[in-house]
C-alpha cells in the first residue's frame, strides 16, 4: 500500500467517525421537551453546584490531615488546571470543530438550543467533561467509598449529557474531554501519594470508638448535597412550565 492510499484512507475512516458522531450527536440532541429545557441549562452551570464542591471539601477536612488536606486541595485545583488547558488551550485552536449550534455550522439550523445559548466558537473537546469527570474520578482515587463514587461519576455523566442536550458539543467532544479529565485525575492523584508518602492507605486511621452511622453521615453528605440540588433544579424546571 502506498503512502498516499494509506492517507487517503485514514481521511476517509476520519470522515465516517466525523459522520457518525454527527448522526449521534442529532438524534440526542433531538430528545427535548419543554420540561428538560430548563433542568439541562441549570444543571450544565457551574455556580449551581458550590454547594456540592463546599461538601466535598468538608468530608475530606473530616478524614485527612492538614497535610493530606492541603495537598489534595492542591491537586484538585491541577486536575481542573490540567483539564481546562489541554483542552481549551492546547487542542481546540489546533482542531477548530466548530460547535453544533455555532451559526457558521451546517447543521446549525437542525440543533435544538435553549434560550439562545450556542456557547464559544470550538467544541473540541469538551471542557466540562475533562472538569466533571476529572473530579469526580480523583474524589474516588482519594476518598474510596463506593457511594459517593457512583454518584460522582452519575452527576458527570449528567453533566456530559446536558451539553448534547444544549447543542454544544458532540459525543466525540465529551468522550475526549473525559479522557483528559480522566488522566489529570490519575496524574494528580499519583502526584498526591508522592507528596503525601504513602503507601496502601490515604485516609486517615478512624479512632475504633467511632461509631460507623458518622463515617457513613460524612461520606453521604454529599449524596445528600447533590441530590438536594437536583430535587431544587427538577422543581424550578417544573415551575417554568405550570
Not at 65 to 83: E, M
Not at 145 to 155: C, E, N, P
Not at 164 to 180: Q, S
Request: glycine share 6%; charged share 10%.
Amino acid at each position: 500500500m502506498t503512502p498516499l492510499l494509506a492517507l487517503l484512507q485514514e481521511a476517509s475512516l476520519l470522515q465516517q467517525l466525523v459522520q457518525i458522531d454527527t448522526d449521534l450527536f442529532l438524534t440526542l440532541n433531538a430528545l427535548h421537551t419543554a420540561y428538560l429545557d430548563p433542568f439541562m441549562k441549570l444543571y450544565s452551570g457551574k455556580l449551581i453546584w458550590v454547594p456540592l464542591y463546599v461538601s466535598l471539601v468538608y468530608v475530606m477536612w473530616r478524614n485527612l490531615t492538614w497535610r493530606q488536606l492541603l495537598c489534595g486541595l492542591v491537586c484538585v485545583a491541577l486536575v481542573i488546571l490540567f483539564a481546562d488547558q489541554v483542552s481549551a488551550t492546547l487542542i481546540r485552536p489546533y482542531v477548530a470543530r466548530l460547535r453544533p449550534a455555532n451559526l457558521d455550522n451546517p447543521i446549525a439550523p437542525l440543533v435544538h438550543i435553549v434560550d439562545g445559548y450556542r456557547g464559544g466558537r470550538y467544541s473540541f473537546p469538551s471542557c466540562h467533561a475533562a472538569n466533571t469527570v476529572g473530579l469526580a474520578l480523583y474524589v474516588a482515587l482519594l476518598l474510596r467509598h463506593r457511594a459517593l463514587t457512583l454518584f460522582m461519576l452519575g452527576w458527570a455523566l449528567v453533566t456530559c449529557y446536558s451539553r448534547i442536550y444544549l447543542g454544544v458539543h458532540y459525543p466525540g467532544d465529551l468522550l475526549v474531554g473525559a479522557l483528559i479529565g480522566s488522566l489529570g485525575a490519575l496524574l494528580m492523584y499519583a502526584l498526591y501519594r508522592c507528596v503525601t508518602h504513602l503507601t496502601t492507605t490515604h485516609i486517615t486511621t478512624q479512632q475504633s470508638t467511632q461509631q460507623p452511622t458518622q463515617q457513613l453521615r460524612q461520606a453521604h453528605l454529599p449524596i445528600t448535597v447533590g441530590l438536594l440540588t437536583i430535587f431544587c433544579i427538577a422543581l424550578y424546571s417544573l415551575g417554568t412550565i405550570i
